[in-house]
């Protein structure tokens, strides 16, 4: 199953915003009036481009992350003014650190015009991966949000402008078109065809006139200009709600858990509300999610040389809900692979080795001390459902806690057929963090499902 | 005297290294040529010792001046005359000597059967070697067949099989005096085919009763083979002192055992992340019947209590350990 993995990891977009270099840029500007920023008579800019970012530059900020203890950079990100009153808009994966270890983090701005000063946490959205924060000085101009409606307010194909400070070589701005939302994502995400590199997370992509359209989060690895941005009206919710609040939450790492609690919630209620479908395996039927929001794999070992003399036929479901907690966890991977294999010239005993070799390779990584308990397992042979039509099953399940967040859970469950001696259907599921008793239900109806195809 | 008496020169496992027939009345002991035994160890005296008959103590063996003086066997303090009843064992020099009398008795003739056995049992072992060997290879095998994925292991394990025998023949030869080959052949032997035999007593019963925490623990027995088969190896050197050789061997197994069972038991060992439907085989040898759905996830629910415990203690660890930085 080991080149599934493979192409797993080719299909999940990877975070942006974790370089650590010294700052070098330094340069001053006057502070622009509000938004919509007009050609000026005595320097007309030659181009769109140079128009946004003259307006946008006092409102850009790069954001540092601090070792409180030396007073240097961990590491840096970008966000952007969109108050008066000094509150700014970054990427929750840019201040995680800080709101995950306040006492060996604190956090810092660099502002266009070279100006420092300490930010404050307010707010966090871990399912947007969006944070606010408030500056120590008020009184800059700032970004206004781009109310048209999405997805259909925005047209595909208008030219944004994304911003912010790659790789700490200074403020930059990237030219590149909108493309909607991010088809089968769980996450709402638009597809931002322009170059966002490490260093910009937290930025703003305005239009052209000056108007925020999303927040910088991700970029696809190993392709190219495939970058994503967090919807803007993600963002102004969640500016409205730390405006609301009269006092910022003292413990983020409590409240990273609250939020993390919320949306796994969600995000199982939803893929029960979805509904599974039966696939065929050979002579089994096994579920599989009915969610737009999977991406499903199959793979086959018939066109091995030399012949293989068991073939494999597996399909391998994945949801499309990586979340990131903290630089080192991310989770809410949901998924499914079935395996059908069959002995082509292997007797009994072979093909049972045969078995134990493939799942050899199947518990996938270890685990970290730091998030996690070791897994607690327990496997037996299983009469899993009340119907006759289905085949005896040898059942494995692991769970491991998750240290910090009460009641989340990662399950692994792998179940095998044992009705026949020369061919078996492998069924494994992950759920990652997932409450306990939501991992059984939601594995006893699947494993139910598992029967012999009708 | 005129009886005969046999004066025997032993080794330090009291193996018997030469005989001495004497007829006189009294026998003289010593590295000198005029002697009725002569020795030849740099710590004997050219006249060291005499034997000599006393009407009432019977044979009496008297120092005769010697610097380094006579001793009963395994005592510290020297003795002017040692009386030789008791089959005692008396020390000069470096050399022990023994004297027994015509009318020692002795043990019984060895049927010659008993030996032939012994060829039967080697000839037994080494085919049902042969036997298993690529039997097992066979059974396991899912690659592409090729003969040398069978005579590989073979040669392998004849390697192994013939140079553990070896070193016991080497030790045996230089403690015993005798290399007895076919014995430590037969017990090496008998210990891989009892691996084999044991191993797939625990694979049958790890997979056929679904004792997942069966394998972990495989390796006590395998460690509890190897003690006994070391054991029979020094019996077959020299068969005194059976207990303390068995309180040496399962001290050292003990100790491999405790060392693999704290091993498993270390949180962080992660028993559980190894072993999770490792070991298949064909679904016929399931052993116990099916558990109900309601069973099964009655036990599974029963972990969450070990993980909010696991939780629960862990968690102080980490939270003291990211405090501490705090002002």
């Known amino acids: ?454 | 005297m005129g009886e005969v008496v046999w004066i025997e020169v032993l080794s330090r496992h009291r193996d018997v290294i030469a005989r001495h027939r004497c007829g006189d009345d009294v026998v003289r002991i010593g590295r000198a040529y005029d002697n009725d035994v002569v020795i030849d160890d740099p710590y004997v005296a050219p006249h060291h010792a005499r034997i000599v008959r006393h009407p009432a103590d019977g044979l009496i063996v008297e120092d005769l001046g010697s610097l380094n003086g006579l001793f009963l066997d395994r005592e510290q303090h020297r003795r002017d005359r040692v009386a030789l009843g008791d089959d005692r064992t008396i020390r000069i020099g470096n050399t022990r000597l023994r004297v027994r009398t015509a009318d020692h008795p002795v043990a019984p003739e060895r049927p010659a059967r008993a030996e032939a056995r012994h060829g039967i049992l080697l000839a037994a072992l080494i085919a049902a070697t042969l036997a298993l060997a690529p039997l097992g290879e066979w059974l396991t095998d899912t690659a592409e067949p090729k003969p040398s994925r069978y005579l590989l292991p073979m040669l392998g394990l004849s390697i192994i099989v013939l140079g553990w025998t070896a070193g016991w023949a080497v030790l045996s030869r230089v403690f015993a005096g005798q290399a007895q080959f076919e014995r430590n052949l037969a017990i090496a032997l008998s210990g891989v085919v009892g691996y084999w035999l044991y191993h797939g007593v625990v694979t049958v019963f790890g997979f056929g009763l679904a004792w997942r925490g069966l394998a972990p623990y495989e390796a006590t027995g395998m460690w509890c083979l190897i003690a006994l088969l070391v054991f029979m190896h020094l019996h077959a050197i020299g068969p005194s002192r059976p207990w303390l050789k068995a309180a040496v061997v399962s001290a050292l197994a003990g100790a491999a055992i405790a060392m693999n069972v704290v091993n498993q038991l270390d949180p962080l060992g992660g028993v559980d992340q190894t072993n999770l439907l490792r070991n298949f085989l064909p679904p016929a040898l399931r052993l116990t019947g099916l558990r109900s759905e309601g069973a099964f996830f009655g036990q599974v629910r029963e972990l969450k209590a070990q993980l909010d415990r696991d939780r629960a203690t862990e968690f102080n660890e980490t939270a003291a350990a990211t405090q501490a930085p705090s002002k």
């Not at chain 1, 009915?290 to 040389?305: G, L």
């Not at chain 1, 966890?329 to 134990?356: M, P």
């Open chain 1, 1 to 454: 199953m080991s080149p599934l993995r493979a192409i797993a990891s080719f299909c999940t977009a990877v975070v942006i915003g974790l370089v650590a270099v010294t700052p070098a840029a330094r340069a001053d500007s006057p502070a622009g009036p509000t938004v919509v920023p007009s050609p000026d008579a005595a320097a007309a800019p030659s181009s769109a481009a140079e128009r946004v970012y003259a307006a946008a530059r006092p409102r850009l900020l790069q954001i540092r992350t601090l070792v409180a203890a030396a007073g240097r950079q961990s590491l840096i990100g970008s966000g952007f003014l969109v108050s008066a009153d000094g509150l700014a808009i970054t990427n929750y994966h840019v201040v995680a650190q800080v709101a995950l270890e306040p006492a060996l983090y604190r956090l810092e701005y660099t502002a266009a015009d070279g100006s420092t000063g300490k930010l404050a946490l307010l707010a966090i959205d871990l399912a947007n991966d969006l944070a606010v924060v408030r500056l120590d000085r008020t009184g800059a101009p700032f970004f206004a949000f781009d109310t048209r409606t999405l997805p259909d307010g925005v047209p595909k194909g208008e030219r944004l402008y994304s911003m912010g400070n790659p790789l700490n070589l200074g403020f930059t701005i990237v030219e590149g078109t909108h493309n909607g939302l991010v088809e089968r994502s769980y996450t709402e995400r638009l597809h931002f065809s322009g170059a966002i590199n490490p260093g910009m997370s937290g930025g703003p992509t305005v239009t052209a006139d000056g108007r925020v359209v999303g927040v910088n989060v991700a970029k696809q690895l190993g392709s190219d200009l495939v970058s994503f941005l967090v919807p803007g009206g993600f963002a102004a919710s969640l500016l409205a709600r730390a405006r609301a609040e009269s006092t910022p939450p003292t413990n983020f790492r409590a409240e990273v858990g609250t939020q993390l609690a919320a949306w796994q919630a969600t995000l199982y209620r939803r893929l029960a509300d979805a509904g599974f479908r039966e696939t065929p395996f050979g002579p089994y039927q096994a579920p599989e999610s009915a969610a737009p929001w999977f991406t499903c794999w199959s793979q086959t070992n018939s066109d091995q040389i030399p012949k293989p003399r068991a073939t494999i036929n597996a399909t391998t479901c994945n949801s499309e809900t990586r979340l990131f907690v903290a630089n080192d966890l991310a989770t809410g991977l949901i998924s499914f692979t079935h395996s059908y294999i069959r002995s082509v010239d292997l007797n009994a005993f072979q093909f049972a080795s045969f078995l134990s070799q493939q799942n050899q390779l199947s518990w996938i990584g270890g685990w970290s001390r730091k998030w996690n308990t070791p897994r607690r397992c327990h496997e037996d042979f299983v009469d899993a459902s009340q119907s006759t039509h289905h085949p005896a099953l040898r059942v494995g399940w692991c769970a491991r806690a998750y240290r910090e967040f009460d009641d989340l859970y990662d399950i692994w469950v792998m179940a095998v057929t044992q009705d026949s001696a020369s061919h078996v259907l492998v069924s494994r599921l992950n759920f990652q963090a997932v409450g306990y008793d939501a991992g059984i239900a939601l594995t006893q109806k699947l494993l139910e499902a598992v029967q012999w195809a009708k």
